[in-house]
């Protein structure tokens, strides 16, 4: 009886964790096999091929990879293009002087001569993916070791690529999915000269900042504006003035009827990275260990940055960038680990495991390769966690001080300088790089401000980190100062030459071979090179063997869940991919008894309003604009909607991509994910998880009546 009931706990237990409706990244390729009856089913006008064609234009003509790590979508036969105001965020402060401070009070081209250039910005179109599993694993069998597995997968996939890429401006790359079960090639074509087009200020564009960041409900108006261009084929072409718009294949239709609660919506973009399938023992060292180290010292950074920012508004401006960035994973590590709490993610990957287990025990085959696997998987974490602990001190503690940062920067020179065959151009090089660098690096440097961070963080790491563990210097260090930090790092600090301009620039610009002995010298350099030794020695040759076995486990363990639950469709995590996710448009209830709708409007943005507040602080055009309710045809029953959430699995890369509707016509702009649903990387939550977007209506108001840029409204295809 006790048994039965587990047993019915057990089934319960799984059901909630097998893909749900919502849950999924999904590959563009397998649409038609895996998704389309569903996604029709629940709202979706348009075929598998309408959204992924190699040979036809497809909606996935008009999404890019924007920059490093966000979305795109094109919206007008012009190449203009758009994404977050915090995925140009760097774009446009680099145009930004105190005189015009577009971050401040925005940016608006009034004509393509305006457009601003961006050097080494992009935008990558996906031109076909392929499934290439058989060829990349051709010579491989069961009886290799990983390593040799690993160099013939190597060998395998610069053929294809190079293949792929033969007489073509393509560029090909294979990716391995399911930790290498599978492999797909990635044929890409990237824009490299990416104008600014339009910025609302950060007011509208970061309305909110980071007491607002990752949560629902939202008034952020976080767009930007972008616009591709290329040469007179049409191609990719460095910046020059005689490049001409581009011509995309497709671009999104956008709808002024907006979305209606329980719509279908789906999502397309690059997702960076989730870990869906990771063992319970993976996830508990995530929640105990990992996570709440970066909370605790980014606690720590932040507080130190903001007593030094809020002095003056220069310092503000040199460090409003890093700030943002170290704050936004503070808060979604602290959301993470608090979803993972209340979902009781370690039980349910542990009743999962318990059942793979007793599966695995089923048969002679099947225990033979998957039986020991659970337990392989806990020694391994166990043994492997003291290196994993290590690693996250050196890079959010001792990495966090600026100085140490700074320092790695000049390992190729010290290498350089070191070597008997490198010329003396090549020293000469790599100290002009480091140069023109010196000029930025010095510009963002407060000394005040790494005064009281260096000896906080050293601290910390010194502190924290296992004896075993301890970079040398950090006996000579004890010694020399008994643990008076400030101290050492007043020492330092007044002596580097990466904390002084004057300094830098003298020790390079009569830099020679010979001169990589005063680096070695300098006592900044030396703490980074010991710190950087230690890992080196120590904790990273560890950590390589530990996740060479955890991948092949992994692979294993995947393929074992694949044939155990052999009607589930797995999704393989993302990894930068182009994806797509779909959902709808649904609020939800963040505790008993309080619902969230899943819109907001302008009023709820001027009830947040602080006059003169860093974050909440609305323009006076737009106050005027809700007090005449001058929305135009933009507004919805005499309101202006802002934002919106749905159901739709998105992560980190997701910002910027494409919220479209079952027409395929563009209904909004994915910004963020909510408090509730941080921890879906991991695992997801169908009641709790949502992707927050800007509604396209707002986005075509702000342009339109605030900005009066209507030119671009002109351009775009509008529909009712
Ligand atoms: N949380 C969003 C993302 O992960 C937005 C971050 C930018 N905004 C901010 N206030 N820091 O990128
Ligand atoms: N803001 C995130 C980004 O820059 C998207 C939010 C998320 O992680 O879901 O990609």
């Not at 290799?144 to 053929?159: A, F, L």
């Not at 709808?584 to 009023?603: A, C, I, M, R, W």
Request: hydrophobic share 35%; aromatic share 12%.
């Amino acid at each position: 009886m006790k048994n039965l009931f587990i047993k019915f706990l057990l089934l319960f237990v799984l059901a909630s964790l097998s893909a749900h409706a919502d849950e999924g990244m999904w590959l563009p390729l397998l649409l038609k096999k895996y998704n389309e009856a569903d996604m029709q089913s629940k709202g979706l006008k348009l075929s598998a091929e309408d959204i992924y064609s190699v040979n036809n234009a497809s909606l996935k003509d008009a999404v890019v990879r924007f920059g490093g790590g966000c979305t795109g979508e094109l919206i007008s036969a012009g190449g203009l293009l758009l994404t977050n105001h915090h995925c140009g965020y760097s774009s446009i402060q680099n145009h930004s002087t105190v005189e015009k401070d577009y971050l401040k009070d925005g940016f608006w081209a009034m004509d393509r001569n305006e457009e601003l250039p961006n050097s080494g910005l992009t935008a990558t179109f996906l031109v076909r993916m392929e499934d290439v599993t058989e060829q990349v694993l051709e010579g491989v069998t069961d009886e290799m070791s990983e390593s040799q597995r690993e160099s013939i997968i190597t060998v395998n996939s610069r053929d294809i690529e190079k293949t792929a890429e033969e007489g073509n401006q393509y560029r090909a790359t294979v990716k391995a999915f399911y930790y290498g079960s599978e492999f797909y090639m990635f044929v890409t074509e990237t824009y490299r000269d990416v104008r600014l087009v339009g910025a609302p200020p950060s007011s509208i564009g970061k309305f909110g900042g980071d007491t607002d960041n990752w949560m629902w409900p939202r008034h952020t108006g976080d767009f930007s504006l972008f616009r591709i261009y290329a040469n007179i084929n049409n191609e990719p072409a460095d910046y020059s003035p005689s490049n001409v718009p581009y011509k995309p294949k497709h671009h999104f239709p956008i709808s002024l009827s907006g979305v209606k609660e329980n719509d279908f919506t789906m999502i397309f973009g690059f997702p960076g990275r989730t870990e869906e399938y990771l063992t319970s023992f993976a996830v508990e060292r995530t929640l105990n260990v990992v996570n709440p180290i970066g909370i605790k010292i980014r606690e720590q950074k932040l507080k130190l940055m903001k007593e030094e920012m809020n002095k003056s508004r220069e310092v503000w401006l040199k460090y409003a960038g890093k700030y943002a960035s170290i704050s936004n994973y503070y808060k979604k590590w602290k959301g993470e680990n608090r979803g993972l709490k209340k979902l009781d993610a370690i039980a349910k990957k542990q009743a999962q495991e318990e059942q793979f287990q007793q599966w695995a025990n089923g048969t002679v085959e099947r225990k033979a390769k998957y039986g020991n696997l659970l337990p392989r998987f806990e020694a391994i974490y166990t043994e492997q966690e003291k290196y994993e602990k290590a690693l996250a001190l050196i890079n959010e503690a001792a990495f966090g001080i600026d100085l140490i940062l700074y320092a790695y920067r000049f390992q190729s020179l010290e290498r350089t300088s070191q070597s008997e065959y490198a010329t003396n151009e090549e020293v000469a090089s790599k100290v002009k790089s480091l140069q023109e660098h010196a000029e930025k690096r010095f510009q963002n440097y407060y000394p005040e401000l790494e005064k009281k961070m260096f000896p906080a963080l050293i601290e910390i790491y010194f502190n924290e980190t296992d004896e075993s563990l301890q970079p040398d210097i950090y006996n000579t260090i004890m010694k020399k100062y008994k643990g008076d930090y400030q101290k050492y790092a007043n020492h330092v600090l007044s002596k580097s030459i990466f904390t002084d301009k004057g300094r830098m620039d003298k020790f390079l610009s009569s830099y020679k071979k010979s001169s990589v002995k005063k680096l070695l010298k300098d006592p900044g350099y030396a703490l980074f090179n010991a710190i950087f030794t230690t890992y080196q020695e120590k904790i990273k040759p560890e950590n390589r063997e530990a996740y060479d076995k955890l991948d092949v486990m992994m692979r294993t363990y995947i393929q074992g869940l694949r044939e155990m639950q052999d009607t589930r469709i797995f999704y393989p995590d993302a990894n930068s991919t182009l994806r797509l996710s779909y959902g709808k448009v649904e609020g939800y209830f963040p505790n008993d008894s309080t619902e969230y709708q899943p819109f907001t409007h302008l009023e709820g943005m001027m009830d947040k309003y602080k006059p003169g507040d860093e974050e909440f602080d609305i323009p006076e055009k737009l106050i005027q604009l809700y007090k005449t309710k001058d929305y135009g045809r933009y507004g919805y029953e005499n309101k202006m909607p802002v934002c919106f959430i749905a159901s739709n699995h998105t992560t980190g890369g997701n910002s910027g991509s494409p919220i479209i509707n079952g027409e395929g016509q563009l209904v909004g702009t994915n910004f963020d994910r909510n408090w509730e649903g941080t921890m879906s990387d991991i695992m997801y939550d169908p009641t709790q998880v949502r992707n927050i977007s800007v509604d396209i209506r707002y986005t075509l108001f702000i342009i339109d009546k605030f900005a009066g840029a209507s030119h671009l409204i002109n351009e775009m295809t509008l529909v009712n």
